[in-house]
T-cell receptor, first 114, second 114 residues
Framework: AQSVTQLGSHVSVSEGALVLLRCNYS??????LFWYVQYPNQGLQLLLK??????LVKGINGFEAEFKKSETSFHLTKPSAHMSDAAEYFC????????????FGKGTHLIIQP | NAGVTQTPKFRILKIGQSMTLQCAQD?????MYWYRQDPGMGLKLIYY???????DKGEVPNGYNVSRSTTEDFPLRLELAAPSQTSVYFC?????????????FGDGTRLSIL
């Protein structure tokens, strides 16, 4: 069975500072990995995905993530935080075996301090 | 450019009542999903479907039923509402091709059982 662990239910950074949101996964097969963002009272929007091509994946809004197989990690980063980045972020994994949905982490609430 | 549309957006039910949450997508996606989101718990898969006439249980199916008579629609039925079903419900869809395709989410239905 696959699982996702997101370290830190809340992360607070100053505007302009580096954003680092951590995600570790477990999967018995090479996984597909996703980061989604959720703004208040909205659904989830795809930020980026890893599907076994380049290990450094660039997404929307200046975010990127690096797949590290040896560390089973897929951490999300952004060099300079903006107030509009305040939201809930979810890491998710699929083992690619079929259509049986994504396994999500519990989410990290990103707070941007002015 | 509708994507995934969920209705209603909000609903309050009494214990023991029943209702159907509607979900429709206009992207001709074969795969559709229902998740529930509880605070601090991420998203849990309730049911999924790989095409019209085919559905299967996810991680938390008890108390729910689904049907898929067309490619576009995937309604979720609550037969005897219980307080434990108070949650935010998200419908999602994706193209086929296993788990490598990102899922597209609706804006959610916020359901309270009192």
């Amino acid at each position: 069975a696959q699982s996702v662990t997101q370290l830190g239910s809340h992360v607070s950074v100053s505007e302009g500072a580096l954003v680092l949101l951590r995600c570790n996964y477990s999967s018995s097969v090479p996984p597909y990995l996703f980061w989604y963002v959720q703004y208040p009272n909205q659904g989830l929007q795809l930020l980026l995905k890893y599907t076994s091509a380049a290990t450094l994946v660039k997404g929307i809004n200046g975010f990127e993530a690096e797949f590290k197989k040896s560390e089973t990690s897929f951490h999300l980063t952004k060099p300079s935080a903006h107030m509009s980045d305040a939201a809930e972020y979810f890491c998710a994994v699929s083992d690619g075996g079929g259509a049986d949905g994504l396994t999500f982490g519990k989410g990290t609430h990103l707070i941007i301090q002015p | 450019n509708a994507g995934v549309t969920q209705t209603p957006k909000f609903r309050i039910l009494k214990i023991g009542q029943s209702m159907t949450l509607q979900c429709a997508q206009d992207m001709n996606h074969n795969y559709m999903y229902w998740y529930r989101q509880d605070p601090g718990m991420g998203l849990k898969l309730i049911y999924y479907s790989v095409g019209a006439g085919i559905t299967d249980k996810g991680e938390v199916p008890n108390g729910y039923n689904v049907s898929r008579s067309t490619t576009e629609d995937f309604p979720l039925r609550l037969e005897l509402a219980a307080p434990s079903q108070t949650s935010v419900y998200f419908c999602a869809s994706s193209r086929a091709e296993g788990g490598s395709q990102p899922q597209h989410f609706g804006d959610g239905t916020r359901l309270s059982i009192l």
